[in-house]
DNA sequence: GTAATATGTTAGACAAATCTAACTTTTTTT
DNA sequence: AAAAAAAGTTAGATTTGTCTAACATATTAC
């Protein structure tokens, strides 16, 4: 057999891959004023707390993050750009998965997780040129632009409506593979517009209708996890 | 700014990362007889003697290569079919990038090298059947099936061709960036016939015409990367 | 057939990212 | 305000993949 493809550099960007899900992670945590406890952190990337307070360390020594004993985490500029830059890449790629190849939105997650680390300015461009220059992700979430600013509308929980608002569906709080097959199952998309019927006091279970279902009950924690904007 | 996709589990695939790429290069270097030198290994992947030999001792506890002091490596059944599952995704990808995304043949292959990694089997299934099941990546190169199986035709390389030879390009070896740019420069394709038209004996510089050019003129070293077939 | 060279291995060190156990600081409860 | 709980850190061990230096085996040259 012959060796094609010999010039096969082998390129190795583990550095980054550990520095970049530290980055996102921090970066989808951060509170209104930026901060993170390292609890916190150690607990998204399931990861224990002496590791994740030495990766602040070193996070702090690259002035990735502002770090201080016993203080909560906050991002500097500069890591805060570095994430921006790999939630784009993330949130770009889904939208490709779901809109080029046909992949159902409760799959593509998993997929961008890894995607979102490949190092080609070119590859990412492409896909933002093939699909239009998107904002807005599968699931609603804004797409930070290549500086990583983000636009961010503040949008209503569902289960915060009241009987009588009609709502368009704009948003998924979580994107676990199970909760959009749920909503999959019940026809629920982003667009769709629906009437609340009737919120059950003791549960807050609500009742909506929409497209040919004319009562379908929703869990509060359903409800918790749908953005809506008001028609 | 609110958590979206809090539910972010970090998945770590690095452990294959190192072991796919030892695998890759093994499979890339395999002679007739399936053998591959340590040697030759460390020089391809730019890893020193004793890290590979270690290395070779863990595939050889994973049942993934036979080895044993001093002699060659090969790859036992199981590890050729893990390599070929490899190289299926990496020219899958190739041929993603080419055809489906306008990106030049020059610059896939990092991009593959990086995307090869990516475990979701419904992510190249995708990309297969968006491009139609292909057999060849953009580079010639055979894309072996799910089950690792490749049909190999044996070319001929254009350097050994005569004088008054019709030929049809069909392949390159070695698929650098330099290289790929240089053929694009004399709009060197595959599937362009070209008629040998001399071959200098001092230096076995070959003088081809094609398309446009009547005379254009190919060093060995090109003539020697280039596959060929009858027309 | 021995010497020289190339190839391959062993031993031991090192850096990175992780862990557990023990300790410290901060926050909450009462 | 003291005690209890939670959060955070330190110290030290472990694993993995890498390295260098020194040694061993094969191959090539003469």
Redesign the pocket.
């Known amino acids: 057999m012959l060796p094609l493809h010999a010039y096969n550099v082998y390129i190795?960007q583990m550095?980054s891959l550990?520095?970049e899900n530290y980055l996102k992670a921090l970066f989808n945590l951060s509170n209104k004023s930026g901060e993170v406890?390292?609890?916190e952190l150690s607990r998204q990337l399931q990861?224990?707390?002496?590791?994740v307070?030495?990766?602040?360390k070193?996070l702090g020594a690259k002035k990735l993050v502002h770090y201080e004993?016993?203080k909560?985490v906050r991002l500097t500029e500069k890591g805060k750009k570095e994430a921006a830059v790999i939630i784009r890449k993330h949130r770009l790629t889904e939208m490709f998965l779901v809109q080029k190849m046909g992949i159902g939105w409760e799959d593509v997650h998993e997929i961008a997780e890894q995607v979102e680390h490949i190092q080609s300015p070119e590859f990412f461009q492409k896909m933002d040129e093939l699909l239009g220059y998107p904002k807005l992700d599968p699931h609603g979430s804004p797409i930070p632009d290549k500086n990583g600013k983000m636009t961010w509308k503040q949008y209503r929980k569902m289960s915060d409506c009241k009987v009588g608002d009609t709502i368009k569906l704009v948003a998924v709080i979580n994107t676990s593979a199970e909760f959009l097959k749920f909503l999959n199952s019940r026809d629920l998309r982003l667009g769709l517009k629906l009437k609340i019927k009737f919120v059950e006091p003791f549960d807050n279970t609500i009742t909506v209708s929409y497209g040919k279902r004319q009562s379908e009950m929703l869990s509060q924690t359903v409800g918790e996890r749908l953005l809506v904007e008001k028609v």
Chains 1, 2 share one sequence.
Do not use: A, R
């Open positions: 190795c550095n550990i520095e406890n390292v609890n990861i224990k707390m002496p590791t307070t030495s990766m602040m070193k004993s016993y909560p």
